[in-house]
């Protein structure tokens, strides 16, 4: 009789797996992973029968953590502008805060290990914040996924600039931002 799965264990492994890639990438063993969690490499196997699993479901986690930070200060019923740039904010400083989670899942959102339905499930969060984004003249021939690229690329070049230099965080979020809303036909 195989043991009872836990939270804790689970969560554990879903964070060193995210720390891992940030460190050493999307082909770093999950031997590694596991023993940064503190538990056997068979035990993660137990809670996500194959690497690709573990990926997709630290992809879910790490998106649930920043939709989490976007919503707390979200203004839900506020116009257009004003609900992307909300967006915008939440998301530099939830990377900023959170280095390791945020470069982990920049590097799982452009790679090709993610199915369909994992990135389906992470675009069913945002879809309600501001729908239609996609829809904007520069992306309509383009998949979704590119227009979040293209998001998420001028985010981390944000984040990267805010980092180095921390008292200039709220002018590199504007210029971001800026260009952000004049790609998206906002500005």
Not at 50 to 55: M, Q, V, Y
Not at 159 to 164: E, G, L, S, T, W
Request: with cysteine.
């Amino acid at each position: 009789m195989s043991r009872p799965r836990s939270e804790e264990k689970r969560l554990a492994l879903l964070t060193a797996a995210a720390e891992t890639v940030s460190t050493n990438g999307l082909g770093a063993p999950t031997s590694l992973m596991a023993r940064q969690a503190g538990v056997a490499e068979g035990t993660l196997f137990r809670y996500f029968p194959t690497k690709d699993d573990l990926l997709n479901a630290v992809y879910i986690h790490l998106t649930q953590q920043a939709y989490s930070a976007i919503c707390a200060r979200f203004p839900a019923g506020a116009p257009l502008e004003t609900r992307l740039r909300a967006v915008w904010n939440s998301y530099i400083d939830w990377g900023l805060e959170n280095s390791a989670a945020n470069e982990a899942m920049t590097q799982l959102a452009v790679s090709t290990v993610l199915t369909e339905s994992a990135r389906a499930e992470a675009d069913a969060m945002f879809s309600g914040l501001v729908p239609g984004l996609s829809e904007a003249a520069l992306f309509r021939e383009q998949p979704h996924t590119f227009a979040d690229a293209v998001f998420g690329s001028l985010a981390k070049i944000t984040m990267d600039f805010a980092a180095r230099e921390p008292d200039r965080i709220e002018a590199y979020k504007a210029s971001g931002f800026a260009i952000i809303a004049k790609l998206y036909g906002h500005a």
